[in-house]
């Protein structure tokens, strides 16, 4: 089968077809080259034509009325027919937004479109997919357009998704820069759609100038913790501050809630240059927040573009998503810090807001009492904000470079093991080319002893591996070896003496102390997963976490690695992750499929998974996940232990002075480096 065609787009020029009549500037950004710049943009790249091409359909009168009123649409149903002035007149009674006698058709089929994705996704002809639509839908509500939207195409495709195909849980991620009230308002009470939306306010500043857009809206009744709202309270945020939002509050509440469904407000107002957000996050962070939604719901994930609108960054990030979404190596997420106050400040709130609805936010101990985090905080700094005037501000030419190329290497998944060993489809019986250098045979000589003769080709084997890897000839690998930790400690020696990789993350599953073979140079970075206390031997790049239950405890691996894990990851940056697994470590498969699945974002995917040859029976699921198969859903996630949480916190708060990712709260202490 053609991993390519997997992947829905869903576009028709049609809804380009209709435009601005008369002068409005809060209106005029909203522009058909949005649809077809990005569309161009996919055909140039090749991306489009590897997609599976799905028609658009126009939205019925019943599935429009799933959210809209009877009388909103009927009304709607008359622009058409209007003059120039009736049309303005109409426009009037809503908020920012503008209608054209095509409007209403386009509307249309941006709903049907949005519907038609759904069912591709949800019938199984592809696993994924993105819809470019216009108008764009998550401001419009019950009986009122807004903000550009005339219908709202991702609530009713949730309202569609649970009627037509019985989706028990769905998660809305609304990523636009804007609060998209309408779906607040749409599932405020229903339990069985997440809603989770970030988006600039400036203490409701911004518009839609909301009190409900704060974080503590929740949701209403059965839906309470249901809603969750992540304003921001400055402009300028950046990678960091997203992915850090993804990585600890998200995330974690989505493992828990476990949705059968993903849909996302793709509004890509919240990347560098537009001119609503006034952001700094690069078009390649959303590759990253693509990718870390594609584990979720067996990997059902439906992107639909909300907002845009600076024609660069647009067509940029539309680009990065409908790339990742294929299955395309993720670019390195280069520089990341820790995220700035404001945004922590916002994340804190959330967080604290949020600890009584989930319980993976019980590990939010850093959180102070009650009453300091529910007020709605208003720092000091944000009165006095240093705006440049606004002539400064449009004379200045945002500048970023373009997104890194992301290639995708001629070998995915390389399998080295024992003689007659089968390798799952897909993947390749990796046998070097080359004898291995004499010198390299020596040292590893060195390193193993004298009886280990085939432990030694077998390392020569995996060394000549990884520096394939690096040269991005292959991209990811699995080995099958006698003795994992043995063969881990002399490639970590090998590396850290050669000029291999300029930085490798391992990330060790077992009880085994192995902490010895780490330098500090920061060259390589050990995450230990284990039911050892080996707090005390902690330092920078020695990371050991103690699970009580061992790597059987599902929530508690899935906790780790979101919030520890892969903030630590991601700030490391490696170039190639070394997954090891000992054969007792008890990890149960599925989330051993999640890790590796999540643990690919790193290091352009290279990742090289250790198993001992005993492990037969792990082969196909975890060269499955290596070969970008979405892993398996958990089901919803039960509290873990708060021995394990108290442990697990406090690790966090030790280790945030030299990894600023693991923030989640403005630090008390600044640490010294602090500039
Ligand atoms: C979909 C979207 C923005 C409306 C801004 C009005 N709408 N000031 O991004
Ligand atoms: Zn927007």
């Known amino acids: 089968m053609n991993p390519d065609t997997r992947t829905a787009l869903i ?14 500037p809060a209106c005029k950004i909203e522009v058909p080259e949005r649809l077809t710049v990005s569309y161009e943009a996919l055909m140039k790249t090749g991306l489009a034509d590897r997609c599976v091409s799905v028609p658009v359909r126009e939205a019925t009168d019943e599935d429009i009325l799933l959210v809209h009123s009877k009388e909103y649409l009927e009304a709607v149903k008359q622009t058409p027919y209007m003059t120039l002035e009736d049309l303005q007149v109409f426009t009037l009674q809503y908020g920012d937004v503008y209608f054209h006698p095509n409007i209403y058709h386009c509307a249309k089929l941006a709903a049907g479109a949005t519907l ?68 607040q308002y749409c599932f405020e009470d229903d339990p069985s759609v997440l809603y989770f939306s970030w988006h600039r306010y400036e203490h409701q500043k911004f518009w839609p100038h909301l009190r409900e857009s704060d974080y503590d809206t929740v949701g209403k009744a059965e839906g309470a913790g249901f809603n969750i709202n992540v304003p921001w309270n400055k402009v300028g945020l950046d990678n960091s501050d997203y992915l850090s939002v993804f990585l600890h509050m998200l995330l974690p509440v989505a493992y828990e809630f476990c949705p059968e469904l993903v849909l996302v407000c793709a509004g890509f107002d919240t990347a560098i240059g537009d001119p609503e957000g006034e952001m700094c996050a690069t078009p390649d962070v959303f590759a990253h ?31 990065e998503t409908v790339q990742t979404l294929l299955g395309d190596p993720l670019p390195r997420p280069a520089n990341l810090k820790g995220p700035c106050k404001s945004a922590l ?53 945002l500048v970023w470079p373009d997104p890194p190329k992301r290639t995708s290497p001629n070998v995915r998944t390389a399998v080295v093991g024992p003689e007659g060993i089968t390798c799952p489809e897909g993947s390749q019986l990796f046998c070097p080319s080359e004898d291995p250098d004499p010198n390299l045979i020596k040292k590893l000589q060195e390193c193993l002893g004298k009886d280990a003769e085939d ?10 591996l990884m520096d394939q890897m690096e040269k991005n000839k292959i991209r990811s690998g699995l080995a099958l070896v006698r003795n994992v930790s043995m063969t881990m400690n002399c490639i970590v020696q090998h590396c850290a003496a050669s000029s291999f990789c300029n930085r490798m993350l391992i990330v060790f599953l077992g009880d085994m102390v192995v902490k010895n073979c780490i330098t500090e140079d920061g060259k390589m970075m050990l995450v230990q997963f284990s039911t050892k206390s080996l707090e005390a031997e902690m330092t920078k790049y020695y990371i050991p976490v103690c699970l009580k239950k061992g790597c059987s405890d599902v929530s508690g691996l899935i906790h780790a690695t979101l919030s520890l894990l892969l903030p630590l990851g991601y700030e490391f940056d490696p170039g190639l992750v070394l997954l090891v697994r000992t054969p007792d470590c008890g990890v149960n498969e599925n989330t051993w499929q999640q890790l590796t699945g999540l643990l690919q974002g790193l290091g352009q995917g290279h990742t090289l998974v250790l198993m001992q040859e005993s492990d037969q029976s792990s082969v196909a ?52 480096d602090d500039g």
């Open 621 to 672: 699921p975890t060269v499955s996940s290596l070969l970008g198969a979405p892993a398996p859903a958990l089901g919803p996630l039960s509290a873990f232990g708060s021995d394990d949480i108290e442990a697990l916190q406090r690790l966090k708060l030790k280790l945030q002075c030299d990894w600023k990712l693991l923030q989640t709260t403005v630090p008390e202490n600044k640490c010294d």
């Open 116 to 183: 038609q994705l759904v069912d591709s996704v949800m019938t199984g002809k592809v696993r994924n997919g993105m819809a470019l639509v216009r108008p764009p839908g998550h401001h419009s509500m019950h009986s009122a357009a807004n903000g550009f939207c005339v219908f709202n195409n991702v609530s009713i495709a949730a309202k569609y998704a649970k009627q037509k195909y019985s989706v028990k849980r769905i998660l809305i991620m609304d990523w636009d820069v804007h609060h998209g009230q309408g779906v």
């Open 289 to 319: 927040l693509t990718h870390l939604l594609m584990n979720l719901a067996d990997g059902k994930v439906c992107a639909v573009l909300e907002g845009g609108y600076n024609l660069k960054s647009l067509p940029q990030s539309v680009c």
């Open 11 to 24: 576009y028709d020029e049609e809804m380009t077809k209709y435009k601005l009549l008369w002068v409005d």
């Open 345 to 397: 400040e916002s994340l804190h709130c959330v967080r604290a807001t949020h600890r009584k609805y989930w319980s993976c936010l019980k590990l939010a101990d850093d959180l102070p009492s009650e009453e300091l985090s529910t007020k709605r905080v208003k720092s000091a700094e944000d009165d006095n904000p240093i705006e440049k005037n606004e002539m400064e501000k449009e004379a200045e030419e």
């Open 455 to 464: 432990a030694l080709t077998t390392l020569s084997t995996l060394i000549t």
